[in-house]
Nanobody, 121 residues
Framework: QVQLVESGGGLVQAGGSLRLSCAAS????????MGWYRQAPGKQRELVAA???????NYAASAKGRSTISRDNAKNTVYLQMNSLQPEDAAVYYC???????????????WGKGTLVTVSS
């Protein structure tokens, strides 16, 4: 079993910053790509940013220039630093990781339960 636990969400004023964290635990052999997605009410879940095990990153257009994704492979943790937050950034942010369990060869996508980000105008 693999668990992903997010933290760092909350209420912030427009223009403010938040840092989200997501720690993976359990029977982890290797973690491939880790990423952050978000889902606002009435909208589909969308990619915010992703990072490979080697550190290559990919950002949604809405996040580019305002957000930075990073990871600590020793801690099995991924971070998302978000700056200049706007009301349209309000959503539940979900952590995703492609994890190869210790007794497997292929990776499986796991999701956290999400952390709520609220931005006041």
């Amino acid at each position: 079993q693999v668990q992903l636990v997010e933290s760092g969400g909350g209420l912030v004023q427009a223009g403010g910053s938040l840092r989200l964290s997501c720690a993976a635990s359990g029977s982890i052999g290797k973690i491939n790509t880790m990423g952050w997605y978000r889902q606002a009410p009435g909208k589909q879940r969308e990619l915010v940013a992703a990072i490979t095990s080697g550190g290559s990153t990919n950002y949604a257009a809405s996040a580019k220039g305002r957000s930075t994704i990073s990871r600590d492979n020793a801690k099995n943790t991924v971070y998302l630093q978000m700056n200049s937050l706007q009301p349209e950034d309000a959503a539940v942010y979900y952590c995703n990781a492609n994890v190869v369990p210790v007794d497997r060869i292929l990776g499986t996508d796991y999701w956290g339960k999400g952390t709520l980000v609220t931005v006041s105008s």
